[in-house]
């Protein structure tokens, strides 16, 4: 059955704690929403605002896909494996956590601030070795279409996830749009604006407006404004873990 869920920008969980602002579209560390514990196998998707040269200091994680993406500024990363990478807006970020990792994340600027998404998917298999990716984007290859930015199998120059997950980018000008085809019926597609407006299958969505949609084998998106940006997260509904 098909099914349409909009999660309104305002209605997000929000936290300011000074040099941390965070909109939470999940419940997350104080944010509890027993509605929103998770779209299948997306856990969380964080809008985060960090001042400059602050961060999150080292601390552990395991058993989990965490993908980070500047909107603006940079991010420096730095792990127990012995990766130590700057990462900027237009440049992607994935941590297969695995068994277990070390790290921290701080704004790579002492006086701008940056802005990230903090994405986290559930893994398909559980306790692998633990492992680190970087990857520019091509802008180029999302303006007026969607850009596969990362996959299962990292094919294309793509990153790789260790779940079956799809992230796609695209930007659009205004009367500008594209059609998305599911890989399967069993998963559903989490579509997040991240700049302007759009019309996705019929629903209008706003700047950090999002939209979960299940049961659909296509989906069709146009731009309402120019400039606008879009990610679309497609994940299983039920994850294996």
């Known amino acids: 059955m ?13 936290a300011d704690h000074g040099w941390l602002k965070s909109a939470q579209s999940f419940s997350f560390s104080g944010y509890y929403n027993a509605e929103r514990l998770h779209f299948g ?22 058993n989990m896909e965490i993908i980070s993406l500047p909107l603006e500024g940079a991010l420096v990363h730095k792990d127990n494996l012995g990766n ?20 921290s994340e701080y704004n790579a600027d002492p006086e701008k601030p940056a802005q990230f998404l903090q994405i986290w998917v559930f893994p398909q298999q559980l306790n692998t070795e633990p ?39 695209g930007r659009f000008d205004q009367h ?21 407006s759009f019309l996705v299958n019929g629903q209008v969505l706003g700047s950090k407006d999002a939209l979960g949609i299940e ?21 299983p509904l039920r994850p294996q873990s």
């Open 215 to 235: 049961g659909v084998d296509m989906l069709h998106l146009a731009a309402l404004e120019a400039g606008a940006e879009i990610l679309l997260i497609e994940v």
């Open 131 to 169: 492992r680190y990716q970087h990857l520019r984007l091509q802008p180029e290859h999302r303006q007026g279409r969607l850009q596969t930015i990362l996959s299962p199998t990292g094919e294309d120059g793509r990153a790789s996830i260790n779940q079956e997950a799809w992230f796609s980018l």
């Open 41 to 62: 196998a997306l856990r969380v998707l964080n809008d985060d605002w960090v001042a400059g040269g602050k961060g999150f200091g080292r601390h552990p994680h395991d």
């Open 176 to 196: 500008e749009g594209a059609s998305y085809a599911l890989h399967t019926a069993r998963h559903g597609v989490y579509v997040f604006v991240i700049s302007g």
């Open 2 to 14: 098909t099914q349409y869920t909009q999660y309104k920008a305002g209605d997000r969980g929000y």
């Open 84 to 103: 130590e990478q700057v990462v900027q807006a237009g440049e992607l970020q994935v941590m297969s956590t695995g068994k277990g990792v070390f790290h």
